[in-house]
């Protein structure tokens, strides 16, 4: 079974203060990140509901990429486990 998140890579802020938002795959205790080609404020993103805040000005936008990569990648972890596809198809 995996387990699939979106997280905020505090760990990589940029010089501007933005951290880039990825989904987080761990399989068989191995992590992997997908982007989510989104990059904000660590104040805007509300780490127990795993989204953004509805203070951001673009919150709805935001939260609708992560929850389609969300899908996106959910769906490529069950055709994983259904034996279709190989671990590195998920990420490219």
Known sequence: MS?????LRSDKVKPNGFAPLYIRVISNRKI???SVGVDIE????DQLREKVKRTHPNS???????QEKLNEVTS???DL????????????
């Open 3 to 7: 387990s699939i998140k979106p997280v």
């Open 32 to 34: 992997k990140y997908r």
């Open 42 to 45: 660590p104040k805007h993103w």
């Open 60 to 66: 709805m936008r935001f939260n609708n990429m992560i």
């Open 76 to 78: 490529s972890i069950i």
């Open 81 to 92: 486990e259904a034996g279709d596809t190989q671990l590195g198809r998920v990420f490219e």
